[in-house]
């Protein structure tokens, strides 16, 4: 039987010297593709939080503003306990609903004072300074409590009013007490009127409020007031079925979808990935 040839040292040597190169390349090429994948992640992250460095600027700006009105309305209250002469003849019942009264606008502008300008140093510097994730809880906390600081605030403003009525009928004569409280009740009337009229047409409504956070479909589908269901293949397609209130809506797409998708509802839209 005829022989082989004998192969050439210097082609052994080369075939051999190519495997680990081929190797090493390929190594190279998992790690460059794990860093631009890291990489794209952490330049997303810098992306929200930016964005959600707007709404803490937001809610800050909100608190500063609240604490700064809160001041000046429980230094009116302060001064309307020190420095009114009540007179001697005001029967003793009147006294002291009118400085309690009084007395209670000015712990509540204080309080709303005392939270707003907590508020306003510890959330951003929770943002700041904390561990990772502090700034959704930053923004989450002072979404919650710059309501509540304004609430206390506007308690403050409607027992104010009280207290310039009491203290109309504790100084003054009839007549003219009668006119006073008149006019104060005509302006509260007022108040309330632009303030339901300012809140209703500026107002968010269910569903319709937006934030930085990054969210699942299916919280995304939850927040809007809606149930999602996974996709389930029919037919070799995905179908997404989102229900509501008036009925079953179905969104056909391919797989894979996840964060940014858009979920209609009833002729409106929905952004499933930025809530």
């Known amino acids: 039987p005829s022989e082989r040839p004998a192969a050439k040292p210097g082609a052994v040597h080369h075939a051999q010297a190519s495997r680990p190169s081929r190797a090493r390349l390929d190594s190279e090429a998992c790690t460059m593709l794990f860093a631009d994948k890291k990489a794209l992640e952490n330049n997303l992250q810098v992306s929200l939080i930016k964005i959600r460095e707007k709404e803490l600027d937001f809610y800050t700006r909100n608190c500063i503003s609240i604490g700064t009105q809160a001041a000046l309305l429980s230094g009116f209250a302060y001064a309307g306990i020190i420095q009114v002469d009540i007179p001697d003849s005001t029967p003793d019942p009147m006294k002291a609903a009118y400085l309690s009264v009084t007395a209670a606008a000015m712990a509540v502008e204080l309080i709303a004072l005392f939270n707003s300008t907590m508020c306003s140093m510890l959330g951003p510097g929770l943002a700041l300074r904390g561990p990772d994730g502090s700034m959704h809880t930053a923004v989450d906390g002072m979404m919650v409590e710059y309501r509540v600081c304004f609430l206390f605030f506007v308690i403050g403003v409607v027992l104010f009013h009280f207290s310039a009525l009491l203290f109309a009928w504790m100084e003054f004569a009839w007549p003219i007490a009668l006119s006073m ?50 996709a389930a293949s029919q ?5 997404k079925v989102i229900y509501d209130t008036q009925g079953p809506t179905h969104e056909h797409s391919d797989e894979g979808l996840g964060y940014g998708q ?12 930025m809530r």
Do not use: C
């Open 235 to 239: 037919g070799g397609e995905a179908t």
């Open 181 to 230: 409280t008149t006019v104060l009740f005509v302006f509260m009337y007022g108040i309330s009127v632009h303030f339901t009229r300012i809140y209703n047409k500026f107002q968010l409504r269910p569903g319709q409020m937006i934030d930085g956070r990054m969210v699942s479909p299916a919280e995304a589908a939850a927040v809007a007031g809606m149930q999602y269901v996974p």
């Open 262 to 273: 858009n979920y209609g509802h009833h002729g409106g839209g929905y952004n499933g990935g």
